[in-house]
């Protein structure tokens, strides 16, 4: 019997940052929604997809202090470029889809996700505590 795998994601919600970099050597982007299949990211560089596509990606969740290494990914999708009014940086939306990823890896990216939800709810938390 085939079983679907159920999606975790670290969806937190509209106007919620969520804290991650995705990065390499040479590129890095803002993470907007993460889940164990890929990510939506903004890139602010034109050359940061082609590095990620073939140099793979690091995650860093700034919040949790959680580092992930050289996971391999493949451009989905992007959305329409529009500039920044201050420095006209052009940013894009790009949904990239985590590749042929190792079942230990699968399970580092899986851990990573709860840890990173932990962190964010506790730090959720204690910031309402404080209001």
Do not use: W
């Not at 993470?31 to 690091?58: H, L, P, Q």
């Amino acid at each position: 019997m085939n079983m679907i795998p159920v999606e975790r994601t670290l969806d937190y919600g509209r106007g919620k940052n969520l804290n991650i970099l995705m990065l390499n050597e040479d590129s890095f982007a803002e993470v907007i929604d993460f889940s164990d299949r890929g990510v939506t990211c903004m890139v602010y560089t034109k050359d940061a997809i082609k590095n990620f596509e073939s140099k793979g990606v690091d995650l860093f969740n700034c919040l949790a202090g959680q580092y992930l290494r050289d996971i391999p990914c493949k451009v989905a999708y992007s959305s329409r470029p529009s500039s920044n009014q201050k420095g006209n940086v052009e940013k894009r939306i790009y949904q990239l889809e985590f590749d042929d990823l190792s079942d230990a890896r699968k399970r580092e990216l899986d851990q990573f996700i709860s840890d990173g939800y932990e962190h964010f709810v506790l730090h959720e938390n204690n910031s309402e505590s404080i209001n």
